[in-house]
């Protein structure tokens, strides 16, 4: 028998306990001995639960209990969850965390720690949920040289696309949605404005390229700013709008990393990838592409994750895993005006035929996007491949054009 304590009776917490004591047997099987909760934190009451005696409100009665060897923290945020996985690994308890937003700002010194003690500071469900990707990437496809990262990493901004592209729901109207089916962040203005996707995309940067990669250091734009005209856009170019988190590898083992909207083309397979689900792609010299898919949000599939890598734990409790990267450096993450880019630029024109004229000269010879109903003096082109700096620059010294708006394309 071994002890575990869970922090955090939330979604993902209180999906823990349900999968540890529905799939008991099973995983007594497979982590070679019987898991016992012993302790839940929370600050709530349950006494309905039939594990109503595990609850206690004070941190320290998991902190000073020796039994407990293994600590499950899915509260979520940075404070105190931050504090409390320290204190945890400074007293000699592996952790487990499905909580991103942490291990993309404290990962790396957090991972010190565990090593340090010969410990284990697992985090498989921070990214994509229920999907293996961080084993798979670190282990599975060690042999490669890792040239891209490219993933839909949020699944209440995909589902909320899916929605505004399927059934030509609101903005507002596919949040409320996503909220009620529990996908969304408590505050959801960290999926919408892409800080969920960015948080990710560190996680899947820092591991796949062995040095910290900070959020403040990843360009993010969230999907607040699209409207049903984008959607019509990007359908007319036989593409749909996916909120992408991408890391790029480039020469000197630089990086690019950036969260956006872009427009993929229907036959690109993360364009097939609907509603919650998630899905990476990682580009590997020597395998290709390999393109993960899976439930990204939600209760049972994050906490199938968290109970992973918890029997994973009870298996490795005196031996480390060696899911590990060092401290960031400045400078490795490239200002992303320096990446190339092509965009779907949509403007109003004071004069449309000045306005292509602008347009040649800057682009040369553009492809026009065309949608019904559209006002006469809007005009949509697609820009040559350019750096984004480049696009932007032109784009800023149009004369007699307002409105300018640009989607980015993804170009694998
Ligand atoms: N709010 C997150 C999402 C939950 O929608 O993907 C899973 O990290």
């Known amino acids: 028998m071994i002890s575990i304590a869970v922090l955090g009776h939330g979604v993902v917490g209180s999906g823990v306990v349900e999968i540890l004591r529905n799939n008991a047997a099973h995983i007594t099987h497979k982590a070679g001995r019987p898991i016992e909760v012993k302790r839940i934190l929370d600050l709530r009451e349950f006494p309905e639960l039939p594990y109503a005696d595990r609850f206690t409100k004070n941190f320290d009665d998991i902190l000073a209990d020796e039994d407990i060897r293994i600590v499950v923290e899915a509260m979520g945020g940075l404070h105190p ?229 918890v029997i994973d734990e009870v298996k490795h409790i005196t031996a480390r895993k060696y899911l590990f990267w060092e401290s960031g450096e400045p400078g490795r993450v490239l200002d992303h005006a320096q990446a190339s880019a092509a965009k779907l630029v949509r403007l109003t024109a004071e004069d449309t035929a000045a306005a292509k004229a602008q347009i040649a000269t800057a682009f040369g010879d553009v492809t026009y996007v065309t949608v019904p109903n559209a006002p006469t003096n809007e005009l949509a082109f697609i820009t040559p491949t350019m750096t984004e700096g480049a696009i932007d620059a032109a784009l800023a010294a149009f004369d007699g054009v307002s409105g300018v708006k640009a989607l980015r394309i993804y170009i694998g």
């Open 81 to 309: 969850a931050y504090d409390f996985v320290k204190a945890c690994l400074l007293a000699d308890k592996s952790v487990v965390t499905s909580n991103k937003e942490l291990v993309a700002a404290k990962g790396d010194e957090l991972l010190a720690i565990a090593k340090e003690r010969n410990l284990n500071f697992l985090f498989e469900a921070s990214v994509g949920g229920g999907i293996p990707i961080l084993r798979p990437l670190d282990q599975c496809l060690a042999a490669n040289n890792i040239n891209e990262i490219a993933g839909i990493l949020n699944g209440t901004t995909n589902f909320m696309l899916t929605k505004m592209f399927e059934q030509g729901m609101g903005f507002d109207e596919a949040l409320a949605l996503a909220q009620q089916l529990g996908y969304a962040e408590r505050d959801p203005s960290a999926d919408v404005e892409g800080k969920d996707a960015c948080r990710k995309t560190c996680i899947l940067a820092s591991l796949a390229y062995g040095k910290h990669v900070s959020p403040d250091e990843v360009y993010t734009e969230g999907i607040t700013a699209i409207t049903k005209e984008d959607v019509q856009y990007a359908e007319a170019m036989g593409g749909v709008i996916k909120l992408i988190g991408r890391v790029v590898h480039t020469e000197g083992d630089r990086l690019y990393c950036m969260v956006s909207p872009m427009i993929l083309s229907t036959d690109n397979l993360l364009a097939q990838v609907k509603d919650v689900f998630n899905a990476v792609m990682v580009r590997g010299d020597s395998v290709g592409d390999v393109v993960f898919v899976g439930r990204g949000a939600g209760k049972l599939p994050t906490a199938s994750a968290v109970v992973a890598d």
